[in-house]
């Protein structure tokens, strides 16, 4: 095995041992620019689920290489601004992990990123992820800086994971996205267990 593919894979394994960073759907004291700035990489299952889009966006023509990330983007600040207007979902929490595992097949089966059936369902996801965000806000005074901190972060990894599997890509051919994709879809089914 690749040593840079059983290094990632030694650091998402990692994660397993740290509980406390499955879920941080708990609600927020203050709903800030720096609290939406700190959730995506807080939140590890909005962490897996941004990083998963991007990578899997690679697998794409190069005209439609940003259209899952802008989906995802998209939906998560709609489903925010429905989140802090009230509207839940019932097994919000069940969801999210569904999303990783939905994610994590998407990579795995090597699915070109621009099926529009797939795009769909990552609006849908990434939406569940924006409506857990927007409940959990104690206040909407703040909501344009909460707003603005989640989204920046999120596209930030989107970028990231993009790079990183285009580089990945060029070294190693669609083994890492194989790997990742799995990687992504037993962490989800170890956050379902831990619900």
């Given at each position: 095995?690749?040593?840079?593919?059983?290094?990632?894979?030694?650091?998402?394994?990692?994660?397993?041992?740290?509980?406390?960073?499955?879920?941080?759907?708990?609600?927020?004291?203050?709903?800030?620019?720096?609290?939406?700035?700190?959730?995506?990489?807080?939140?590890?299952?909005?962490?897996?689920?941004?990083?998963?889009?991007?990578?899997?966006?690679?697998?794409?023509?190069?005209?439609?290489?940003?259209?899952?990330?802008?989906?995802?983007?998209?939906?998560?600040?709609?489903?925010?601004?429905?989140?802090?207007?009230?509207?839940?979902?019932?097994?919000?929490?069940?969801?999210?992990?569904?999303?990783?595992?939905?994610?994590?097949?998407?990579?795995?089966?090597?699915?070109?990123?621009?099926?529009?059936?797939?795009?769909?369902?990552?609006?849908?996801?990434?939406?569940?992820?924006?409506?857990?965000?927007?409940?959990?806000?104690?206040?909407?005074?703040?909501?344009?800086?909460?707003?603005?901190?989640?989204?920046?972060?999120?596209?930030?990894?989107?970028?990231?994971?993009?790079?990183?599997?285009?580089?990945a890509q060029r070294q190693?051919?669609?083994?890492?996205?194989?790997?990742?994709?799995?990687?992504?879809?037993?962490?989800?089914?170890?956050?379902?267990?831990?619900?």
């Open positions: 095995m690749n040593r840079k593919i059983g290094m990632s894979l030694a650091l998402l394994v990692s994660t397993l041992w740290v509980p406390n960073l499955a879920l941080a759907h708990d609600g927020h004291t203050s709903a800030t620019l720096l609290n939406g700035l700190a959730h995506p990489l807080t939140g590890f299952d909005h962490l897996l689920a941004a990083l998963a889009v991007g990578l899997w966006s690679i697998n794409s023509g190069q005209k439609q290489a940003w259209l899952a990330p802008l989906v995802f983007i998209g939906a998560v600040g709609a489903g925010t601004l429905l989140g802090t207007l009230g509207l839940t979902l019932p097994f919000m929490e069940t969801g999210l992990v569904a999303s990783l595992l939905f994610f994590g097949s998407l990579m795995f089966m090597n699915a070109k990123a621009s099926a529009t059936a797939s795009l769909l369902v990552i609006g849908l996801f990434a939406s569940v992820h924006g409506m857990a965000h927007g409940s959990e806000m104690l206040s909407s005074a703040s909501l344009l800086g909460y707003l603005t901190g989640i989204l920046t972060m999120t596209t930030a990894l989107l970028v990231v994971a993009r790079l990183a599997s285009a580089t190693v051919g669609t083994v890492a996205l194989k790997v990742s994709g799995a990687s992504v879809a037993v962490l989800g089914v170890f956050l379902e267990l831990s619900i």
